[in-house]
Structure formats: structure tokens, C-alpha cells
């Protein structure tokens, strides 16, 4: 079964700082990988996506995340937070292999907390 | 409009009564799910379909049945709700074919 690990329930960082929040995947083949995010209030809205091609993957709103197999690790960044980024992160991980229906796996989630 | 949306938005309900959380989507998507969040242990799957004839079991599908009326409609129903069944639910849907999930608003549930 995949599992996807994320490290810090909860990240602070000040306004301009570079973001990272950390994902780290169990699989013994690359799966898909995926970021959502979740505003307060809000249902999950999809940041960016891995799925086997270009390592460095870009999302909205100035994320992007690196795909490293050797780490197996997908973690995301930003190299400057805004005060509109303060949120809750949720890495999450796909059967490779296509079984399943398509189901994802979630990872328990960070809070980002963005300070002036 | 919202591609899926859930009703109520928010219930309160108490112990044993039975209650349906509804979703529907626009998005013209075979697949369609019930997840279910807790602070601190993210999203967990309750079930999932993968079209009218086809209900599956998530990890967590005990006190919970659902009910897919229509390609655009899956509802979830807790038969007699208990207070550990606190939470908020998301439903989601998925283009068959592809793992990109797109989620409702969620339905914040308290059983008192």
C-alpha cells in the first residue's frame, strides 16, 4: 500500500522567506505525486502535480515541487511567501500501478503560517 | 457555479439519528468520493465509485453506506450517527483515467 509521510504539522515562516514543506513517499515504483492546498472554509484545490515526466513541476500561484526517486521525496516550495499563502498543505500519492479506481492517499497535512 | 457541491454545508445532528450528506457535480466525471477529515490525520477515504454500478469500500467504511443515483450524484448516509463520526466530509470527483481529484466545499458534522 502507498503511504506518504508529510514532516511538520506546522510551518512558520515570515512574509518573503522561501517556503518548503516536506513530503516523502513509500512506493517501490514512482507513483503520481500531487499538493493541494486548503484554505480556511475551503474545500482542496490541486497546487501541481507529478506524473512521470519533467522532475521539476510548477504550480499555481509561484509553487513548484521536485520529484527526487533516490530521496523519494516531493517537496514543495515557494522562494517567497506571501501573507495569502497561509493555509493547509496536504501532500498526496497514487497507485502506479492503476489499481484501486484511481484512489489517492493523503498525507496528514502542514499548516503554513505566514507572520509580517 | 461550483463544478461539485455538497448539502447541507453544515448539520448538527445528535446520537442515532440517521442523516445524508448529498454531493453533486457538473463535471461530467465517472468517479466520484467520500472522504472524511480529522485534525491531524488528513483526508481518509470512506468510499468511492467508479460509476452508477460500482460502490466500493474505502480504509474507514464502517457506519457509513452511500448511494450513487446518477453519474452526477453520490450520497452518503450515516445510518445512526455516533459523536466519533464528528468531522467534516468531502466529496470528490475524477475523470476516468486520470488520479487528479476535484474536491467540494465539505460538510462540517457534529454529533452531539
Known amino acids: 500500500a502507498q503511504s506518504v509521510t508529510q514532516l511538520g504539522s506546522h510551518v512558520s515562516v515570515s512574509e518573503g522567506a522561501l517556503v518548503l514543506l516536506r513530503c516523502n513517499y513509500s512506493?517501490?515504483?514512482?507513483?503520481?505525486l500531487f499538493w493541494y492546498v486548503q484554505y480556511p472554509n475551503q474545500g482542496l484545490q490541486l497546487l501541481l502535480k507529478?506524473?512521470?515526466?519533467?522532475?521539476l513541476v510548477k504550480g499555481i500561484n509561484g509553487f513548484e515541487a521536485e520529484f527526487k526517486k533516490s530521496e523519494t521525496s516531493f517537496h514543495l516550495t515557494k522562494p517567497s511567501a506571501h501573507m495569502s499563502d497561509a493555509a493547509e498543505y496536504f501532500c498526496?500519492?497514487?497507485?502506479?500501478?492503476?489499481?484501486?479506481?484511481?484512489?489517492?492517499?493523503f498525507g496528514t497535512g502542514t499548516q503554513l503560517k505566514v507572520e509580517l | 457555479d461550483a463544478d461539485v457541491t455538497q448539502t447541507p454545508r453544515n448539520r448538527i445532528t445528535k446520537t442515532g439519528k440517521r442523516i445524508m450528506l448529498e454531493c453533486s457535480q457538473t463535471?461530467?466525471?465517472?468517479?466520484m468520493y467520500w472522504y472524511r477529515q480529522d485534525p491531524g490525520l488528513g483526508l481518509r477515504l470512506i468510499y468511492y465509485?467508479?460509476?452508477?454500478?460500482?460502490?466500493n469500500k474505502g480504509e474507514i467504511s464502517d457506519g457509513y453506506s452511500v448511494s450513487r443515483q446518477a453519474q452526477a450524484k453520490f450520497s452518503l448516509s450515516l445510518e445512526s450517527a455516533i459523536p466519533n463520526q464528528t468531522a467534516l466530509y468531502f466529496c470528490?470527483?475524477?475523470?476516468?483515467?486520470?488520479?487528479?481529484?476535484?474536491f467540494g466545499p465539505g460538510t462540517r458534522l457534529t454529533v452531539t
Open positions: 507529478y506524473t512521470s515526466a519533467a522532475t
Open positions: 512506493s517501490s515504483v514512482p507513483p503520481y
Open positions: 498526496a500519492v497514487s497507485d502506479p500501478l492503476g489499481g484501486g479506481g484511481n484512489k489517492l492517499t
Open positions: 463535471k461530467g466525471h465517472d468517479r
Open positions: 470528490a470527483t475524477s475523470a476516468s483515467g486520470s488520479y487528479e481529484q476535484y
Open positions: 465509485s467508479f460509476d452508477v454500478k460500482d460502490i
